[in-house]
């Protein structure tokens, strides 16, 4: 974790802003997720809810139309096989026949067996007063010219009346059917029919407690009872529709405020009209159900989808920002080597082109040493001495600079051996000791007892391990400086080295340059080659390097080396 | 002990030069020449004790010289010069038979003690 920190500190770009960039890509991205997956689905939700509503409404509809027709049918059959009935009794007795009251009397007793709703049977003579009757009134000797039953019969040879109280003030509607006698008179046999049966045949559709159905005849007078709109010849309160033979179906309000869904059918025969009325609520019960069921099902979806785009959004941007830091790490990674690669070329050639004046130089001035040392005393000998000393030894430190240059650029090459980091730590001490008790720096060895031999160069090793203690002893202060020097076995392939100082140093600024060639902060001596020339040979090794520092509280520089060429686990 | 020969090849005048006249004030007989044709002449007409050779110069190469010289003279020690840093020359040259190498520029004690050694084999 460490490590990481402190990489992310030495790679971070200068711009602050980048975390605040992630968020906005987090945020971007869970918006438009959100919008691609949540504007179908929401679409889907409307166009199923219309679809569904209008699936259910007509089904509805169909059911009510199917219904509708097939009461029609039985009313239409019932009235039918009445009216056939009568229709054979006036066809298949003589008129003397049906006069004679035994005879009408047998005749009414099978009818009333054979078919239900009879209630009486008539004869009524040319004159219009019935001269026989069989049933539970006393309706013999009635006259029923002025019966509008009685005219409509003469005109279309039988009739079925509307339903009526007549003469026994009781609802029921009469059957009559003309028959003439020998002579060319018109007689005819009527029956009353109890509409009692209506509403057995009302009963056998099997209707919902809110629901409603009777018929009406073309005035719009209830003909059998309803529910809800009025008792047995009362007026509808609802208008009649357009004429249909066919089962049709309007929604309304009804004159109670109730939305309904009204099917209707004209009878063809009869002048009945079969209402059949459906709450809208009733049969929207079951939508609403549905449409409850559609809205958890939408809300868990949005639930989970809003789950994933947060989990899968956290994922992807994490991931993205570690591709980039990634990468600017490779990035700065080549940067830095293209630097020192090409810094390294320059600094070859420099070193080679300096070296020959040089050794011209060198020579010279050795020469004139020589010359001065074998001749006779002058007046300025000591001082020409003195000068060529310091000429020879000028050209010596410029000799070691070329030095550092080429070693720095030639990258030497490498040559493994198995070697004891702590020995190679101990005999790099040996060179440093003097200067650390001269300025009273105290140096602390922290060495792991049975660390594993490694495979590398030991010059290479020794030039770092040189760097890093003689730049820890730069930066501590005389008398009061500590220098704590430390190996460790990180793990069966990784060793760790670290030189921890107590001196002053650095800025964030000069840490992030810090392994650049030609970079220092020793204004006037350095060459700001040694912590590149370092950084150079532990990435040739196979290793890794890391600092860590804080201004006025020290410096930790940790090195990683591999236990075999290769092998190194880099960051822990 | 009679005074040793030595022959100095490098293009670099002004160095064999003043390095000549310091081998002299050390009794040593110095010869210099400038190129590698003159070098390979000068070893057959007034052979030295030892060949002092530069290896980095223009025509004829330093590595070649020494090629040449070993292949007539084999018992002749060569001693290379190379420009500071460059061991690989140094080292190629060894194989090539050259008695050791130095780098410019030179501490003149330690090269008065690789003649003196090269001397004694």
Not at chain 1, 44 to 60: C, D, K, V
Not at chain 1, 254 to 260: A, L, T, V, W
Not at chain 1, 405 to 424: P, Q
Not at chain 1, 520 to 526: E, H, P
């Amino acid at each position: 974790m460490r490590i990481f920190y402190i990489a992310q500190r030495l790679f971070t770009l200068p711009d602050q802003v980048s975390e605040d960039r992630y968020v906005k890509l987090r945020r971007n991205m869970a918006v438009l997720m959100f919008l691609v997956t949540l504007i179908p689905l929401t679409i889907m939700l409307f166009i199923n809810y219309h679809q569904y509503q209008s699936a259910i409404r007509n089904e509805t509809i169909n059911q009510l139309r199917v219904l509708e027709n097939k009461t029609k049918h039985s009313f239409e059959l019932f009235l039918q096989e009445r009216l056939s009935a009568v229709k054979y009794i006036a066809n298949a007795y003589s008129v003397d026949q049906l006069s004679q009251e035994d005879e009408l009397k047998n005749i009414f007793y099978t009818i009333q067996q054979n078919f239900s709703g009879f209630v009486d049977l008539g004869v009524i003579n040319p004159e219009g007063v019935q001269v026989k009757y069989v049933g539970p009134y006393d309706l013999e000797g009635k006259d029923y010219t002025g019966m509008p039953s009685y005219q409509e019969v003469h005109i279309k040879g039988s009739y079925i009346s509307d339903v009526f109280l007549g003469y026994r003030k009781f609802p029921h509607l009469v059957v009559a059917v003309e028959r003439k006698d020998p002579s060319g008179q018109n007689w005819v046999v009527r029956a009353s029919i109890d509409i009692g049966t209506f509403n057995d045949i009302i009963a056998s559709m099997s209707l919902e407690a809110d629901s409603d159905a009777f018929l009406l005849n073309r005035e719009g007078i209830i003909q059998t009872p309803s529910k809800f709109y009025g008792g047995v010849l009362d007026k509808c309160p609802i208008d009649l529709p357009p004429k249909t033979f066919q089962p049709a179906v309007i929604e309304m309000t009804d004159p109670q405020g109730r939305e309904i869904f009204l099917s209707y059918v004209y009878f063809s025969k009869q002048e009945f009209v079969l209402f059949l009325v459906k709450e809208c609520s009733l049969l929207l019960r079951s939508w609403y159900a549905l449409k409850g069921q559609m809205l958890v099902v939408f809300g868990l979806s949005v639930i989970l989808i809003a789950f994933i785009i947060f989990r899968l959004t956290g994922v992807l941007v994490r991931r993205i920002k570690h591709a980039d830091e990634r990468r600017e790490l490779a990035f700065r990674e080549l940067e830095h080597s293209q630097k020192l690669s090409s810094i390294g070329q320059m600094a070859a050639g420099v070193a080679h082109e300096i070296n020959n004046p040089l050794a011209i130089i060198n020579e010279k001035a050795g020469l004139m040493q020589d010359v001065l040392e074998r001749t006779d005393d002058f007046k300025h000998k000591e001082k020409f001495l003195g000068l060529v000393a310091s000429i020879i030894r000028s050209v010596e430190r410029a000799r070691g600079i070329t030095y550092r240059l080429l070693g720095f650029a030639r990258r030497l090459e490498t040559n493994y051996e198995v070697l004891d980091v702590n020995e190679i730590l101990h005999e790099v001490l040996g060179f440093l000791e003097k200067e650390a008790e001269d300025r009273n720096v105290d140096i602390e060895l922290d060495l792991a007892q049975n660390l594993p031999k490694v495979h590398s160069d030991q010059g290479q090793l020794e030039q770092v391990f040189l760097n890093l203690i003689s730049n820890a002893l730069s930066a501590v202060q005389d008398g009061e400086g500590r220098i704590h020097i430390r190996s460790w076995e990180i793990n069966e392939n990784t060793l760790g080295v670290s030189v921890d100082d107590n001196g002053c140093g650095m800025t964030n600024e000069t840490l992030r340059h810090i392994f650049e060639p030609f970079f220092t902060t020793k204004k006037g001596y350095g060459t700001g080659l040694g912590l590149s020339i370092t950084y150079g040979i532990i990435k040739k090794l196979g290793g890794d390097i890391k600092v860590a520092s804080k201004e006025g509280v020290g410096s930790t520089f940790t090195i990683y080396l591999p236990v075999k060429t290769g092998s190194a686990e880099g960051t822990v | 002990m009679t005074t040793m020969k030595v022959l100095l090849i490098d293009d670099e005048q002004e160095f064999t030069g003043a390095l000549a006249e310091r081998l002299e004030l050390r009794d040593y007989t110095v010869q210099t020449v400038d190129n590698g044709e003159d070098g390979l002449s000068a070893v057959e007409n007034n052979p030295p004790h030892i060949v002092v050779l530069d290896l980095k110069m223009p025509g004829l190469s330093g590595i070649e010289v020494l090629k040449r010289i070993k292949s007539r003279h084999p018992d002749l020690p060569v001693l290379l010069l190379t420009g500071y840093g460059s061991t690989e020359d140094g080292i190629k040259g060894m194989q090539h038979g050259a008695f050791d190498y130095m780098m410019k520029p030179l501490n003149i004690d330690e090269l008065i003690a690789k003649l003196q050694e090269a001397a004694g084999k």
